[in-house]
């Protein structure tokens, strides 16, 4: 435990280090520091301000002697009082169940977040009152809010409505059933100076509220779809349950929507599936990964994910310049074209696109601008047999200019130096009458000054028997083919050793008269 309280700290404090020089530098002072990183701390470490909430995840509540070792590190090692570190229990809930309101004093402070405040309660309830995980998407909807009438559905504090506001938006409508939260909402709106009826903050269901406004035919911009996993209050007619009704209200949400407008749609659930089918007549795109919150982990269950759903793929882009959404249009022209090409061509006989298939090929460099025929001017080149006439014609002259510089005009012909000069010149050059004459040394039988060779047989036996020492010693002939054995092979037992009369001393050739070059054979 101990060696992972050390790790704990670590990470712990380097991730602070990093997220602070990072984040405070945009005017922001809450921030996530640990993310469940190690198993044997399964917690989150937010920073609020000069606070920090430790929020347990485990299966059990951590018990004295762990709940205080990790205080104690998260204290040390983000440079806090004591005091000033709160821990939470997140108890997991069945199906249906919701979080209570904590029975512990409430602990309100004031936080920065890209230079908007948020009051936040780090102890009443289970959650705080900002989603930290939604940082980056809030940013977004500032930067789309421009010129826009924007509606915030299940607003609970109102974090997206007060990021809407500064960024330019007509108006902002808020609308969640908690007159808590409602109360909360107008209350950061009027604390970054935004109040009154273009930023109204509504106490209602959703459901009904999106009924009256499509009944009253006004229209909005950007809805934003953010709901609880699970819902049952009194006060509505009937729970919610995001993965059983999320198309229905996704269906009512469209009949306020502008044609040019987008809906932003989230969840934590970690069991939702996003079925597609069930909305059609929008073009949904799934933006999670480009909107993850710095120290936040990745993982398959529990982190939010976003989706944006428009009538028009242009509105699902992220980019919100001019010059992206005219180049996006221009892509999608193009590539609409494309496709048109495509499927007229596919109809036609497979013999008629033969002509088609040579051609695609270059269709997307023009569109690019990348064309052969932009790069290189062939207004002025000759035809092929122009080339072919003109290269055929170079070709003789370079030819003729080449065999030039050899004067040959005095050269006789092949037959006139066969006839004439070539046998005399061979002549002189091999002259063969001074050649020696072997008459005297060879005859037809075979060579006239070395005596006669014996047979090939004679001198086979001869040699086998200067081999094994004696010349009388009896030969494979004599002893028969199974009974003679090479010294070379293996021994059986019957032949003699390797080795045996090596005392014998060597003989020279003058005294040896198996040599058929010894002097007797020479004097004979």
């Given at each position: 435990?101990?060696?992972?309280?050390?790790?704990?700290?670590?990470?712990?404090?380097?991730?602070?280090?990093?997220?602070?020089?990072?984040?405070?530098?945009?005017?922001?002072?809450?921030?996530?520091?640990?993310?469940?990183?190690?198993?044997?701390?399964?917690?989150?470490?937010?920073?609020?301000?000069?606070?920090?909430?430790?929020?347990d995840y485990?299966?059990?509540?951590?018990?004295?002697?762990?709940k205080?070792?990790?205080?104690?590190?998260?204290?040390?090692?983000?440079?806090?009082?004591p005091?000033?570190?709160?821990?939470?229990?997140?108890?997991?809930?069945?199906?249906?169940?919701?979080?209570?309101?904590?029975?512990?004093?409430?602990?309100?402070?004031?936080?920065?977040?890209?230079?908007?405040?948020?009051?936040?309660?780090?102890?009443?309830?289970?959650?705080?009152?900002?989603?930290?995980?939604?940082?980056?998407?809030?940013?977004?909807?500032?930067?789309?809010?421009?010129?826009?009438?924007?509606?915030?559905?299940?607003?609970?504090?109102?974090?997206?409505?007060?990021?809407?506001?500064?960024?330019?938006?007509?108006?902002?409508?808020?609308?969640?059933l908690?007159?808590?939260?409602?109360?909360?909402?107008?209350?950061?709106?009027?604390?970054?100076?935004?109040?009154?009826?273009?930023?109204?903050?509504?106490?209602?269901?959703?459901?009904?509220?999106?009924?009256?406004?499509?009944?009253?035919?006004?229209?909005y911009?950007?809805?934003?779809?953010?709901?609880?996993?699970?819902?049952?209050?009194?006060?509505?007619?009937?729970?919610?349950?995001?993965?059983?009704?999320?198309?229905?209200?996704?269906?009512?949400?469209?009949?306020?929507?502008?044609?040019?407008?987008?809906?932003?749609?989230?969840?934590?659930?970690?069991?939702?599936?996003?079925?597609?089918?069930?909305?059609?007549?929008?073009?949904?795109?799934?933006?999670?990964?480009?909107?993850?919150?710095?120290?936040?982990?990745?993982?398959?269950?529990?982190?939010?994910?976003?989706w944006?759903?428009?009538?028009?793929?242009?509105?699902?882009?992220?980019?919100?310049?001019?010059?992206?959404?005219?180049?996006?249009?221009?892509?999608?022209?193009?590539?609409?074209?494309?496709?048109?090409?495509?499927?007229?061509?596919?109809?036609?006989?497979?013999?008629?696109?033969?002509?088609?298939?040579?051609?695609?090929?270059?269709?997307?460099?023009?569109?690019?601008?990348?064309?052969?025929?932009d790069?290189?001017?062939?207004?002025?080149?000759?035809?092929?047999?122009?080339?072919?006439?003109?290269?055929?014609?170079?070709?003789?002259?370079e030819?003729?200019?080449?065999?030039?510089?050899y004067?040959?005009?005095?050269?006789?012909?092949?037959?006139?130096?066969?006839?004439?000069?070539?046998?005399?010149?061979?002549?002189?050059?091999?002259?063969?009458?001074?050649?020696?004459?072997?008459?005297?040394?060879?005859?037809?039988?075979?060579?006239?000054?070395?005596?006669?060779?014996?047979s090939?047989?004679?001198?086979?036996?001869?040699?086998?028997?200067?081999?094994?020492?004696?010349?009388?010693?009896?030969?494979?002939?004599?002893?028969?083919?199974?009974?003679?054995?090479?010294?070379?092979?293996?021994?059986?037992?019957?032949?003699?050793?390797?080795?045996?009369?090596?005392?014998?001393?060597?003989?020279?050739?003058?005294?040896?008269?198996?040599?058929?070059?010894?002097?007797?054979?020479?004097?004979?």
């Amino acid at each position: 435990m101990d060696y992972e309280a050390k790790d704990f700290g670590k990470i712990l404090k380097k991730n602070a280090q990093m997220l602070r020089h990072d984040l405070l530098a945009v005017q922001t002072d809450c921030m996530r520091v640990y993310d469940r990183n190690l198993q044997a701390f399964p917690v989150t470490v937010d920073l609020y301000g000069k606070y920090a909430r430790v929020t347990d995840y485990g299966e059990q509540m951590m018990d004295s002697e762990t709940k205080e070792k990790c205080l104690d590190i998260c204290s040390r090692m983000l440079y806090l009082d004591p005091s000033h570190v709160i821990y939470t229990y997140r108890a997991k809930r069945d199906k249906g169940e919701q979080h209570e309101k904590s029975d512990s004093e409430p602990v309100i402070t004031d936080v920065s977040e890209n230079g908007l405040v948020f009051t936040v309660d780090l102890a009443s309830y289970t959650d705080t009152g900002l989603f930290l995980d939604h940082a980056v998407t809030r940013q977004m909807i500032r930067e789309r809010s421009n010129d826009c009438d924007v509606l915030n559905l299940f607003s609970y504090t109102g974090s997206f409505s007060v990021y809407a506001a500064p960024g330019g938006a007509k108006s902002v409508t808020s609308v969640d059933l908690s007159a808590t939260y409602t109360k909360w909402a107008e209350k950061n709106l009027s604390n970054n100076g935004y109040s009154g009826s273009l930023y109204s903050c509504i106490c209602m269901d959703a459901g009904r509220f999106l009924d009256q406004a499509a009944s009253e035919h006004r229209k909005y911009d950007i809805v934003i779809f953010d709901p609880p996993a699970f819902s049952n209050s009194r006060k509505m007619d009937h729970d919610f349950d995001v993965s059983r009704d999320w198309s229905s209200w996704i269906r009512k949400i469209v009949a306020v929507l502008r044609p040019e407008g987008f809906i932003l749609f989230s969840t934590n659930l970690g069991t939702f599936t996003m079925d597609k089918r069930r909305v059609r007549g929008l073009s949904v795109k799934e933006i999670t990964g480009f909107l993850m919150a710095p120290g936040f982990t990745k993982r398959s269950r529990g982190a939010v994910r976003s989706w944006l759903m428009a009538f028009d793929d242009d509105s699902l882009s992220l980019d919100w310049s001019e010059d992206v959404k005219t180049d996006r249009k221009k892509e999608q022209s193009v590539k609409k074209r494309e496709n048109n090409y495509s499927r007229e061509r596919n109809e036609r006989p497979y013999r008629d696109r033969s002509q088609d298939n040579r051609n695609h090929r270059y269709m997307d460099r023009k569109e690019r601008g990348s064309y052969r025929s932009d790069r290189f001017d062939r207004t002025d080149r000759p035809s092929y047999r122009e080339r072919s006439e003109r290269s055929e014609r170079g070709y003789k002259e370079e030819r003729s200019a080449r065999y030039d510089r050899y004067d040959r005009s005095d050269r006789p012909s092949y037959r006139e130096r066969n006839e004439r000069g070539y046998r005399e010149d061979r002549s002189d050059r091999f002259d063969r009458s001074d050649r020696f004459d072997r008459s005297d040394r060879f005859d037809r039988n075979g060579r006239s000054d070395r005596p006669e060779r014996s047979s090939y047989r004679d001198r086979n036996d001869r040699e086998r028997s200067s081999r094994f020492g004696n010349s009388d010693r009896k030969t494979e002939k004599q002893y028969g083919r199974n009974e003679y054995k090479r010294p070379s092979q293996k021994p059986t037992g019957r032949e003699r050793p390797y080795g045996y009369d090596s005392f014998r001393p060597a003989r020279s050739r003058n005294d040896s008269s198996d040599f058929f070059w010894n002097d007797e054979d020479l004097d004979s």
